[in-house]
């Protein structure tokens, strides 16, 4: 089994970039495969908790927390990034991390494989 | 080297994947480019690279609508953890564009 990295900007709604990064951990985990996802830029808005379940909007939460619970899975947001979007330490999911650059830099270094999903 | 590309848009990314060399050259087809594989127009498949392979989610097909039986027989309908497979088994690097 590999490790595979992660790496988004996309914002969770308005583009499915990120359902599909997550639908791809999902997969990866299930095979036995571990990941890292690191958010930056506006997908960070992922890592807020209570996101309202919306008909009609992308839901994400559920499965992240499946994801965390797997324990092949670690979700890291940048901690500038979140800051900037004025998403607070105290309203970040739990399970979910908070760093520098610096986090997502070592991850790539030590992945088997690397994908970096969606754009701006 | 073994190259997977995942396009995920239908109007843009021809230009790019034109350009590319790879040993081995794979393309996947996700969100609105799954549209090239729906595409009756011979022209328009001619514009990915004939020597790469060309693979389509069949997820995004699915929510719009397309038959997997109406596609053209150069694309290998695809799921998530056959994505997975690619990425890990049958290709070096990925890239998203």
């Keep these: 089994m590999g490790k595979l990295t992660i790496g988004s ?12 990064a997550i639908k791809l951990a999902e997969a990866a985990v299930n095979k036995g495969h571990t990941v890292d996802l690191w958010l930056s830029g506006n997908a960070t808005v ?17 499965t992240i927390k499946i994801l965390l619970d797997s324990g092949r899975f670690q979700m890291t947001i940048c901690e500038a990034c979140a800051d900037a979007r004025g998403c607070k330490k105290d309203n970040t999911l739990q399970g979910c991390r908070r760093a520098s650059m610096d986090w997502y830099l070592a991850s790539c270094f030590n992945a088997d494989r690397v994908i970096l999903v969606g754009d701006n | 080297m073994k190259l997977c590309v995942f396009m995920s848009e239908y109007r843009s990314g021809y230009d790019i994947v034109k350009r590319l060399e790879a040993e081995k050259l794979g393309i996947v087809l996700v969100g609105n480019s799954v549209y090239h594989a729906a595409s009756d127009n011979k022209a328009e498949h001619c514009m990915l690279p004939e020597n790469a392979e060309l693979y389509v989610l069949a997820e995004d097909l699915e929510c719009r609508g397309i038959e997997t039986a109406k596609l053209a027989s150069e694309f290998r309908v695809v799921t998530y953890p056959d994505i997975v497979d690619l990425i890990f088994d049958e290709y070096e690097k990925s890239v998203w564009i």
């Design chain 1, 9 to 20: 900007f996309s914002s969770p709604s308005g583009t499915m970039s990120l359902d599909f």
């Design chain 1, 46 to 62: 992922l890592g807020n908790r209570d996101h309202k379940h919306f008909k009609d909007y992308s839901h994400l939460q559920k």
